[in-house]
């Protein structure tokens, strides 16, 4: 989590609602500092946005206001599951999504947790991908471009895109990655 640099959230956002024709059910995997959230409740064709966070603290710490987010937590529109991401995504509907975000780890190579490994794998992107609708959009927040990711998505949608987010951190010029993966195979 980074609230100092946060061009990459945003842009994760924005880049996948971008791309959607209807974006009305919006999965996230990962609350972090919410500003992936923020971004897509900005946006006035969503209107339902699941949200899974495994760490309780997190959603704690923004409703009791040591972090900020407590509006976003008290929209409407929001469904917050405070559970794996790979459940909550088994839990939906086959279809039932048109957007779904990943932010849930640095990428597949640079893993904070191991168990978050199964993300990035084909088998997880094939659940995604049956649950997006028609049109669907899975995009992934990686610290870099992963050649077995854009497999893993190039196996499921149609169209692949790895798209490179230059940022500032700390005086140095770096980039982040949004592997991106439309229209789900059928």
């Not at 794996?84 to 640095?106: A, H, Q, T």
């Not at 028609?134 to 995009?139: F, H, N, R, T």
């Not at 692949?160 to 230059?166: I, R």
Request: proline share 5%; hydrophobic share 45%; charged share 30%.
């Amino acid at each position: 989590m980074d609230d100092v640099e946060t061009t990459s959230e945003r842009l994760l956002a924005r880049a996948a609602l971008a791309g959607a024709a209807n974006p009305r059910h919006v999965v996230v995997g990962g609350l972090g500092m919410g500003f992936t959230l923020r971004e897509i409740l900005a946006d006035r064709r969503v209107s339902r946005v699941t949200v899974a966070e495994l760490e309780p603290a997190i959603p704690e710490f923004m409703r009791e206001g040591t972090l900020p987010g407590a509006d976003l937590l008290a929209d409407r529109r929001v469904e917050l599951h405070v559970d794996d991401v790979r459940e909550v995504v088994r839990s939906l509907g086959e279809r039932s999504v048109d957007v779904i975000l990943l932010d849930v780890d640095n990428g597949p190579d640079f893993l904070v947790h191991d168990r978050n490994a199964a993300v990035y794998q084909a088998p997880f992107v094939a659940a995604c991908a049956d649950r997006l609708s028609d049109l669907g959009e899975l995009c992934i927040w990686s610290m870099d471009d992963s050649a077995p990711v854009r497999d893993a998505l190039a196996a499921s949608f149609d169209h692949v895109y790895a798209e490179q987010v230059p940022v500032r951190l700390q005086g140095r010029a770096e980039k982040y990655w949004l592997l991106r993966g439309r229209v789900p195979r059928r």
